[in-house]
């Protein structure tokens, strides 16, 4: 990322953050794709999100890592648009798994999931899409952000057992969904 643009940006450069956004609509859609529920909704993720790493400008202090800044930006707004849609995202976060009833989900190693690999890309994220909001945003910000578990917690503002225990709920009903596209059900 150069920093001239960065600092054209930092300034209110339109042309500047109407490029910064060309060169990144790429993986910043994808992540928006991944913890939304539908395509409109990831459009209005997206934009609301870069809405916010705009105003966020004003607090960036020329970090080394622009990219790293900008995405965790990006994710903050996204959580937060989940967050606010409290009919949806609600309303799966309050359910405890008993331990001793836990299904192993990963999804490589279970026989009857083998075949998920021959999937399409847009399947999966169809998979993901079909997912309740709680359990989207939990399974990507484990899984594919890599987030640990008390990081999670506060973002999302649940203890680490919860947090836990949605993840583990979010891998069972991914890998059914996952069972579903590969049948041609869903």
Not at 67 to 88: I, P, R, T, Y
Not at 105 to 122: C, G, I, M, R, S
Not at 130 to 140: C, D, E, G, I, V
Not at 165 to 181: D, G, I, P, S, V
Request: glycine fraction near 2%; proline fraction near 2%; include cysteine.
């Amino acid at each position: 990322m150069s920093q001239d643009l960065v600092q054209a940006c930092m300034q209110g450069d339109p042309s500047a953050r109407k490029q910064l956004i060309e060169q990144h609509y790429s993986p910043f859609m994808a992540m928006a794709r991944r913890y939304a529920k539908n395509n409109e909704q990831a459009d209005t993720f997206f934009h609301h999100a870069f809405i916010y790493v705009f105003k966020q400008f004003t607090e960036y202090k020329n970090e080394n890592d622009f990219d790293g800044w900008m995405k965790e930006n990006f994710l903050c707004s996204v959580v937060q648009q989940l967050k606010n849609c409290k009919a949806e995202y609600y309303v799966t976060t309050t359910t405890r798994i008993d331990e001793s009833k836990k299904e192993r989900t990963d999804l490589f190693h279970q026989a009857e999931l083998e075949n998920v690999n021959d999937l399409p890309a847009e399947d999966y994220i169809k998979a993901l899409q079909q997912l309740p909001a709680s359990f989207r945003t939990m399974y990507n910000m484990f899984v594919i952000e890599q987030y640990a578990f008390d990081r999670i917690s506060v973002m999302l503002e649940v203890s680490e057992s919860s947090a836990q225990n949605t993840l583990e709920r979010a891998k069972n009903q991914f890998a059914k969904n996952l069972q579903m596209h590969l049948h041609g059900y869903a």
